[in-house]
């Protein structure tokens, strides 16, 4: 069974860092490129960013270009998002999911207010 279990949301004010892992099972996650995306509310799903295989090559969109920091650590099975200068704007449910294929986790919130 393919599992992916977000961590490490939570509420914090603007300007503070957050740390998101993504716990990988049941596939073989050093083969497959992997996404961050997230979901406010009432609104449709956003590309956040992503990491080749490797984890030599990353993309990230606009909104948090020169904040986020994606990572993974194929021996934990294990990706990364580090969010570094919050605003209330990224507030969202974040999801990490593989780039093809179809997998995703159940997500972790993450507030930002003050």
């Known amino acids: 069974e393919v599992q992916l279990v977000e961590s490490g949301g939570g509420l914090v004010q603007p300007g503070d860092s957050l740390r998101l892992s993504c716990a990988a099972s049941?596939?073989?996650?050093?083969?497959?490129?992997m996404t961050w995306v997230r979901q406010a509310p009432g609104e449709g799903p956003e590309w956040v960013s992503a990491i080749n295989t490797g984890g030599v090559s990353t993309y990230y969109a606009d909104s948090v270009k020169d904040r986020f920091i994606i990572s993974r650590d194929n021996a934990k099975n294990t990706l990364y998002l580090q969010m570094n200068s919050l605003r209330p704007e990224d507030s969202a449910v974040y999801y990490c999911?593989?780039?093809?294929?179809?997998?995703w986790g159940q997500g972790t919130q993450v507030t930002v207010s003050s």
């Open positions: 049941g596939l073989a996650f050093g083969s497959l490129d």
């Open positions: 999911a593989t780039k093809y294929g179809g997998h």
